[in-house]
């Protein structure tokens, strides 16, 4: 029985040091509803009011990771009005990782900690206040950028997943 929780515990901690487990609990964490039984519909941007825009940039660390800017126009980061009532020009950003929903992005910076190996599809998506995303035109108003981790079996590297942990 004892070794059967530690073999669990090692690899629940293996897979947290990955950060390949974070994704989900962020993404749990990070909701007050559940996102699979419904979609926000859009907020198409009406003449007249100025369009919003988001340019990502990724920066890798120098230690390990990315650091993601959101650069906008005519759009505020408002944490503070989250779930309140659309307000032109403000809100928050959704942040997903490889068509997933990860976390919301309350403003331009977000450190970005792992990635699994291979390509990945980095998005920020611009949304209102009550979390619909915005649109001009009927396009999203969204950002994406693709990461490319290679998998690496360095000593000094998370090893891929599903490689043992317990002795490396």
Not at 24 to 43: P, R
Not at 66 to 92: I, M, Q, R, S, Y
Not at 123 to 137: V, Y
Request: hydrophobic share 30%; with cysteine; glycine share 8%.
């Amino acid at each position: 029985m004892l070794k059967r929780f530690f073999v669990i515990t090692s690899g629940f901690t293996c897979l947290s040091l990955l950060g390949f487990g974070s994704y989900g609990i962020a993404d749990k964490m990070n909701h007050d509803h559940n996102h699979h039984n419904h979609s926000h519909k859009s907020i198409e941007i009406p003449t007249g009011q100025a369009i919003p825009s988001v340019d990502l940039v990724v920066y890798k660390d120098a230690k390990q990771g990315w650091n993601l800017k959101a650069k906008v126009t005519n759009f505020k980061f408002a944490p503070e009005n989250v779930n309140k009532d659309d307000k032109p020009g403000e809100g928050h950003g959704h942040l997903y990782i490889n068509g997933k929903k990860i976390t919301r992005i309350y403003s331009s910076w977000y450190y970005l900690a792992s990635l699994p190996p291979g390509k990945n599809k980095v998005t920020i998506r611009l949304n209102a206040n009550k979390h619909n995303p915005l649109a001009h035109n009927g396009k999203l108003i969204e950002d994406t950028e693709m990461i490319e981790v290679p998998v690496t079996y360095s000593t000094h590297s998370p090893k891929p997943f599903g490689q043992a942990c317990a002795n490396g």
